[in-house]
Structure formats: structure tokens, C-alpha cells
């Protein structure tokens, strides 16, 4: 998930198919080749990969590649943070792209069911990649999260979410040991304030403070019960999410966060981290090659683990986050159309192929889904690092999938929960939050 690609939560994802909505104006010209069964000289594309991004250097390489061997024009339109708006008002307006690059997040989940998008499953079939992509990865993309459910699309950047570490600032504030329990945590954390650093850095006014807060609130709880909490509520009424939720506030209470952090959005977690004002961050694989483009040295500084757990945690080692729900590609209705998928199949299936693959693994450090050997593209220190992890760390549950389109309404209560909101004022908001 470039987590830093993930799109803003706005309106539910069915919303627009019944409602009359402008065209974005990057989209204007999508869909304007050819609607007929005759194979289009052109493909249209919104991606979420922008100029600037790690990865969109990679995928302009396939682009070109692409063209060159088909002749087949690419016209992308970058999406940014609102594409699935973009896509949204694209396709009520009658001009939808034949091929969307877009993480499964938030809006994108209901797609499929509105009608947006088609199943993946039969092109895997189809285009020689059932063998290719991981299981695990493609059971991430069905609906429901799990093997049966329609495949929604075809995952591509896998992603690992550590925390991040500055060494040298912990260092400097007598701390000898990355924190391995809570407790090491709150003491660590006091000895950075009385230093002048921040101790942990975080967006808690948005998606970064809201991946966090689930790592935490789920510390007592196992990943069934942790998933149907997600997925329907249920929080002030399940003992061990509660226990979880008031271990968030003891943190917070105990000045673990930064002082600022219900006001920060991941621009701003970013900043603090890589200028050296706070010493620890959750963040993504994605960033481990704007780390080192970033030109402070912090890449090299960092060391990568999990978060601390608590005494009685259901998990035995700190957690962390991975998986497949990161960028990948979605068909659209017309680029399923006749003519129209053919040129959707050279080009997704060039993606996959291992050289192109690994040049994404180089570029922006993204965890493949497919099988093969790509640790000699890991030339990043920080994805070397990650590679390891699996030996220091536990999975926690990541609630993209389950929490679906509440993400939005969770982050509000949420950036209360970063403030001052109690145990049962968070619980309570989570809880409308899930039923809409």
C-alpha cells in the first residue's frame, strides 16, 4: 500500500453510481479513442503512482516499454489523493479509463459491487499468472479478505510497516535498547522528552494515527475476534479490545506520542522523523527510498522493528504490519469490453513480468506478490532490513479491509482518541463509526 498512496476516505464507494457528478477535469480526454469492439490504438489509465512518487519511475518504464513494443499509446492521468473520486466521476459521466493503478482501500472496496470495476478472477486464469502471483497475496483481494471471496483486482506492491527507529537519537537519550514492551516504551519516551526530542511521531489526524491506534487496540485480542470487531463493532462490548483501547490511552496519558500528534497529518510525521525532532515512526516500505532521496542520513540512522507489546499480549514479539493491499490494478467495465481488454492484458501482464518486478522492488521497495528470487534488486539498506523482520517481529491484523468504507468516520473519532478522549469515548465513537 504506498500507504502514502493510499486514497483520502471520502463518501461511500456506491454513491456516485445514481448520482448526476461532474467530470473531474483530468479526465476529460479518458475514453475518447474508441468504444467500439475494434482494438483501440490507445489505453486509458489513472494511477495512483505520481510524478514524485518512488514507484512512478518504474511504472513509466513499463509504459514506454509497453508502447514501444505495441505501438499502443498509454494515456495516464495521475490520481493522486482524490482518484477514486476522479475514477468515480469518470465513469457517471460516461468516460471511465480502461485500467485504474489504485490501492484496495476505503471506496475502491465497493467498486466490484458497484458496478466500477469487474472479478479479476477469470484474467488469471487467462493470462498465465495463477501460477505467478502468491496466494496469500490474491486472497487479500478477494472480497471478504479470504480464499472464495471474487478477486476485486490483481495485487501488485506488497508492502511491510515497521516502526522506525533513529538510533543515534535514542543514543543520545540514554536509551541502550530499541523498547521491546510498553513499559520500556513510557521509559524511553521520558528520557527522549527530558532530552528535547520528541519520543514517537505520528499523523493522528489521519490514516498513519489510525493503523497505529489498531496495532495497539489490538494487543489483547486474536485476529478473529479482532477482524468481526472491525468489521461490524462490538468495541465497548469485547473485553479484550477494551483492554486494548485503554492501553492506547496510557501511552498517549504517559507522553509516548509527540505533544502535537492529534493535529498531524503524515507530511508532518515525515518531517519530524527525517529532521531529527522525534526519534521514533510507523511507516511503510514505501518510504524507505524517499528516506534515502531525502538527503538527511536518516536511512542510515534508523533500524527497523516492531511496536512494543504489553505483559499478557496475545502476541509474543512487538508487531507490525504487512501485505499485499497496496497499489495494484483494477479493470474497469470498458476495459473489460471486447478490443479493450486485450490491450488491458499486454499491458497489466508486462508489469509482471520478473524483470519489471524487481525494478519496482529497486525503485520504491515494494514486497512482490509473485514468486521468484528478487533479493539482489533489495539494494535499499532499510528493505534489506525489512526482509529480515520476520525473525524480530508478529503480524498484527491491518483493518483496511474490514474497517472498508468507516475509515473515513474512524479517523474522526480517532483524532479525538490522539487528544483527549477516554477509553469509552473512543470505544463509543468507533462503534457509530462501524454502523455509519
Avoid at 86 to 100: I, T, Y
Avoid at 192 to 198: C, E, P, S, V
Avoid at 223 to 235: E, I, L, P, T
Avoid at 357 to 385: C, E, H, R, W
Wanted: glycine residues 12%.
Amino acid at each position: 500500500m504506498d500507504h502514502r498512496t493510499r486514497p483520502r476516505a471520502v463518501r461511500g464507494a456506491a454513491a456516485f453510481v445514481v448520482a448526476a457528478l461532474a467530470l473531474g477535469p483530468a479526465l476529460v480526454a479518458c475514453g475518447g479513442d474508441d468504444d467500439s469492439a475494434a482494438a483501440p490504438t490507445s489505453i486509458d489509465v489513472v494511477t495512483r503512482w505520481s510524478a514524485g512518487n518512488s514507484a512512478a519511475a518504474a511504472q513509466n518504464r513499463v509504459f514506454q516499454a509497453f508502447t514501444a513494443e505495441t505501438g499502443i499509446k498509454v494515456n495516464v492521468t495521475e490520481g493522486l489523493e482524490t482518484i477514486d473520486d476522479k475514477v468515480e466521476n469518470a465513469v457517471a459521466a460516461g468516460k471511465s479509463p480502461d485500467l485504474v493503478i489504485v490501492n484496495l482501500f476505503d471506496k475502491t472496496l465497493g467498486w466490484l459491487d458497484a458496478g466500477v470495476t469487474v472479478p479479476a478472477d477469470q484474467y488469471v486464469k487467462d493470462w498465465g499468472l495463477e501460477g505467478k502471483i502468491k496466494p496469500a497475496a490474491l486472497d487479500e483481494w478477494r472480497v471478504g479478505g479470504a480464499a472464495g471471496g471474487k478477486l476485486q483486482g490483481l495485487p501488485f506492491s506488497g508492502f511491510s510497516w515497521p516502526l522506525w527507529y533513529n538510533s543515534d537519537l535514542l543514543k543520545q537519550a540514554g536509551v541502550d535498547k530499541i523498547p521491546a514492551t510498553t513499559d520500556e516504551l513510557i521509559a524511553a519516551a521520558q528520557k527522549l522528552r527530558a532530552k528535547g526530542i520528541g519520543p514517537l511521531t505520528v499523523g493522528g489526524n489521519d490514516w498513519t494515527g489510525q493503523k497505529l491506534f489498531y496495532q495497539i487496540a489490538q494487543s489483547y485480542t486474536d485476529a478473529a475476534a479482532m477482524k468481526k470487531v472491525m468489521q461490524s463493532g462490538g468495541y465497548c462490548s469485547t473485553p479484550s479490545v477494551m483492554d486494548g483501547i485503554k492501553l492506547f490511552t496510557q501511552l498517549r496519558d504517559g507522553g509516548v506520542f509527540v505533544d502535537n500528534a492529534a493535529g498531524l497529518i503524515a507530511d508532518g510525521m515525515y518531517a519530524a522523523y527525517y529532521g531529527g525532532k522525534a526519534a521514533i515512526m510507523p511507516a511503510g516500505s514505501w518510504a524507505y527510498t524517499e528516506s534515502t532521496a531525502s538527503g538527511t542520513g536518516i536511512d542510515k540512522k534508523t533500524t527497523l522493528g516492531g511496536f512494543p507489546v504489553p505483559s499478557g499480549s496475545t502476541f509474543k514479539k512487538p508487531t507490525a504490519y504487512r501485505g499485499f493491499t497496496g497499489v495494484g490494478f483494477m479493470i474497469t467495465k470498458k476495459g473489460a469490453e471486447a478490443g479493450h481488454i486485450d490491450n488491458v492484458k499486454r499491458l497489466v501482464t508486462k508489469f509482471y513480468a520478473d524483470t519489471a518486478v524487481g525494478d519496482f522492488v529497486k525503485d520504491s521497495g515494494i514486497l512482490p506478490p509473485t514468486s521468484g528470487d528478487f533479493a539482489s534488486y533489495a539494494t535499499n539498506p532499510l528493505l534489506s532490513q525489512s526482509l529480515g523482520l520476520d525473525n524480530t517481529v508478529d503480524y498484527a491484523v491491518l483493518p483496511d479491509v474490514w474497517i472498508g468504507s468507516a475509515s473515513d468516520r474512524i479517523i474522526q473519532v480517532l483524532t479525538g482518541a490522539y487528544g483527549k478522549s477516554t477509553p469509552q469515548q473512543i470505544c463509543a465513537g468507533l462503534d457509530t463509526a462501524t454502523k455509519g
